[in-house]
T-cell receptor, first 114, second 115 residues
């Protein structure tokens, strides 16, 4: 149980385009989902906390107009990187909140912006 | 404020050696959770253990063992008889307060096991 999927697993796009990443909890409902970004050889940095049916809470320094998060159902959260630039190239990981402060992580999406 | 420190950036050991990964944390709360995750080259985070702040009993799972010392705010992870498949980046993380679900990650330790 507690499986989280992400789609796509990798994406290459041109600078200026928008990219949507989906995060799904496959066998449980998640009121809260989290989006992380990980640059090469660095730790995971929380970008935002996504709550079903309400606006996401962004961490300091994360542009909410650039990284659009939608959590329309208890099993799906999406992250859209708008007008992507090469500096947005990173590994994006989502997680779904479980009980007892646990998070179940997706396999990640590697974004490369040319 | 919450903080997790993994002072060892990279460690290399020869296969079958034991290795300990250090984790020191800071928190003002008395109730919190500590985690260890493994991130192999594929990138997917693998959950290893969750420990709550009220349970200082050490845990052993196969070749893995964890030493939680509340007095020194440390939650160290030992791999016994290391194998090449243990090569990965290991993250220690802290979550608090209870129910908030926010995870604070350390910077990770890259372990390389040499055959």
């Amino acid at each position: 149980g507690a499986v989280v999927s992400q789609h796509p697993s990798w994406v290459i796009c041109k600078s200026g385009t928008s990219v949507k990443i989906e995060c799904r909890s496959l066998d449980f409902q998640a009121t809260t989902m989290f989006w992380y970004r990980q640059f090469p050889k660095q730790s995971l940095m929380l970008m935002a906390t996504s709550n079903e049916g309400s606006k996401a809470t962004y961490e300091q320094g994360v542009e909410k107009d650039k990284f659009l998060i939608n959590h329309a159902s208890l099993t799906l959260s999406t992250l859209t990187v708008t007008s992507a630039h090469p500096e947005d190239s990173s590994f994006y990981i989502c997680s779904a909140g479980g009980g007892l402060n646990e998070q179940f992580f997706g396999p990640g999406t590697r974004l490369t912006v040319l | 404020a919450q903080k997790v420190t993994q002072a060892q950036t990279e460690i290399s050991v020869v296969e079958k050696e034991d290795v300990t990964l250090d984790c020191v944390y800071e928190t003002r709360d008395t109730t919190y959770y500590l985690f260890w995750y493994k991130q192999p080259p594929s990138g997917e985070l693998v959950f290893l253990i969750r420990r709550n702040s009220f349970d200082e009993q050490n845990e052993i799972s196969g070749r893995y063992s964890w030493n939680f010392q509340k007095s020194t705010s440390s939650f160290n992870f030992t791999i016994t008889a290391s194998q090449v498949v243990d090569s990965a980046v290991y993250f220690c993380a802290l979550s608090e307060p209870l129910g908030a679900n926010n995870l604070f990650f350390g910077t990770g330790t890259r372990l390389t096991v040499i055959p």
